[in-house]
């Protein structure tokens, strides 16, 4: 009875242009129960009939979220309910197709974002083709989208995590590129000046794709690194469509769309032309493009602002890649510098870290161990102000002290009897000196913590407690160290 009243009902429909909300309702309950049973076929044979063309091409739409659904499910084939996709976006309406498409790319919440995004790229490309005036419009939304959803995915920092792709970054990336060439040679075989603009501005979206263009490890070029090859491409792309690349880096308008965006969207905007920068006149991509009318200074002028941004943040990473630059000697020449002029507890902590670092390392080369090594721990392994340092703000370069000389002590074989007196006279010295700090310290910040909990008239009392108690726990911390490393120090000397 019922599938009499099915064949009914879409008799009905085959005689009329008029479809009522009621008739979406029943259209697409009938539909859901078809995919929801599995019955791929009869639904994909409903689409591809001539007759039923028109109801498809006016209530079909909304059958995509949940065809979707079934192609991200691991226990189902999507090749059928793909094939049931590729139907609807070429009968739809295009404008109901973006809208539902994007839609579903924007409040997908689900852990498999990256999986959605790759099914649903390709769908939003056929519907962008099918479309004319509106098509650069279309696409702007579309990368917008695309690059919201892509930013919130994990950045891989070496190249083993690339090969990996557990978030499928690389993957999104590479989809992206895919995504866009057929608008590309567009762009490129347009005759028509305005739509050729369009589509331009368009384009220029995917440079605000700062996230994947962001390299924060040394680029290797013999290595095949997807993220690498989307950041060439995309200033290939800018090259191809005959994008002024001096326009993007160097000129802005006075007034323009920029005043009228938020100021975090504003910050990512420069962070891509910063990246973009990088890879112009760093990597040299797509240089031959540029134009030699710059003077060096000129350049040089426009990119203080993009250098100035890439180091706020990224600052320690340029700082480490530096260090791994220098031989030997050089590292050892620039620690003993910088330990002596730095005044800044959290960049002497990163030098220590590489001290440590070239010690496990000291086979290739002779600078970190024996005499040179001795000389550099006498500079190194000291508090600055002797019994007055202020162990608090120095915290990172005393933890860092400590555990250097816990390895250090560890290490007894590696060492002569000569190079092992002097590190044993080091560590004892420094062990004593921090000892007699973290003495004065804790006896000060107990005595300020015992005499705020009795004074019930300062208002800023809970703060002040709890500001002076994290401050006991990280001397407890650094003394749990120090008993640690004299223990060692003493089992070595029996």
């Known amino acids: 009875m019922v599938a009499n009243q099915l064949e009914n009902l879409v008799q009905r429909w085959r005689t009329t242009e008029d479809f009522v909300p009621e008739d979406h309702e029943l259209f697409l309950n009938a539909g859901h129960t078809c995919i929801a049973q599995g019955d791929y076929t009869q639904l994909l044979d409903f689409i591809k009939e001539e007759a039923n063309q028109h109801i498809v091409r006016s209530m079909g739409s909304g059958l995509l979220p949940a065809l979707?659904?079934?192609?991200?499910r691991k226990d189902r084939n999507p090749a059928n309910y793909q094939a049931i996709l590729n139907q609807l976006v070429q009968i739809c309406s295009v404008k109901e197709l973006l809208d539902i498409l994007l839609q579903q790319v924007e409040e997908d919440l689900s852990n498999a974002t990256a999986d959605t995004i790759t099914v649903l790229m390709p769908l939003i490309q056929s519907v962008l083709l099918r479309m004319s005036e509106a098509k650069a419009h279309g696409l702007a939304l579309a990368l917008d989208s695309l690059q919201k959803k892509i930013s919130k995915l994990p950045v891989p920092y070496s190249h083993k995590q690339e090969q990996e792709d557990v978030y499928r970054l690389?993957?999104?990336?590479?989809a992206v590129l895919t995504f866009v060439q057929p608008f590309v040679q567009e762009v490129k075989n347009q005759d028509t000046y305005s739509v050729a603009t369009k589509l331009r501005a368009a384009l220029l979206k995917l440079y605000s794709l700062r996230e994947p263009l962001q390299l924060d490890r040394e680029v290797n070029m013999t290595e095949i690194s997807p993220l690498w090859n989307f950041a060439t491409e995309i200033m290939a792309i800018l090259a191809v469509i005959q994008q002024s690349l001096p326009k993007i880096l160097f000129y802005r308008p006075l007034r323009g769309k920029e005043d009228t965006i938020s100021e975090k969207d504003a910050f990512h905007l420069n962070e891509s032309r910063a990246c973009m920068a990088y890879l112009l006149f760093v990597q040299l991509i797509t240089i031959q493009v540029f134009p030699a009318v710059f003077s060096p200074v000129f350049v040089l002028q426009c990119n203080m602002e993009y250098i100035n941004l890439l180091l706020r943040g990224k600052s320690l990473v340029v700082y480490q890649l530096f260090i791994e630059k220098l031989n030997g000697e050089a590292k050892h020449t620039f620690f003993r510098c910088i330990m002596k002029t730095s005044h800044h507890a959290g960049v002497e902590s990163i030098i220590i870290k590489n001290i440590k670092n070239q010690m496990e390392r000291s086979y290739e080369d002779s600078w970190f161990e024996g005499t040179p090594l001795i000389s550099l721990l006498?500079?190194?392994?000291?508090?600055?102000?002797?019994?007055?340092t202020d162990l608090l703000h120095g915290m990172d370069r005393v933890m860092e002290s400590l555990n250097l000389l816990r390895y250090l002590l560890i290490q007894e074989r590696k060492f002569s009897n000569v190079i092992?007196?002097?590190?044993?006279?080091?560590?004892?010295?420094?062990?004593?000196?921090?000892?007699?700090?973290?003495?004065?310290?804790?006896?000060?910040y107990g005595t300020e913590l015992k005499r705020h909990r009795e004074d019930k008239k300062i208002k800023t009392k809970g703060n002040t407690c709890f500001v002076l108690q994290c401050a006991l726990v990280t001397y407890d911390l650094m003394e749990s160290l120090v008993v640690h490393i004299e223990e060692i120090s003493e089992d070595s000397q029996k």
């Open 378 to 388: 006498r500079e190194t392994l000291i508090l600055p102000k002797g019994h007055e």
């Open 68 to 72: 979707v659904n079934e192609v991200l």
């Open 420 to 444: 092992w007196t002097d590190l044993c006279h080091i560590a004892d010295s420094y062990t004593k000196l921090l000892r007699l700090c973290l003495s004065m310290s804790k006896s000060y």
């Open 170 to 174: 690389c993957r999104c990336c590479t």
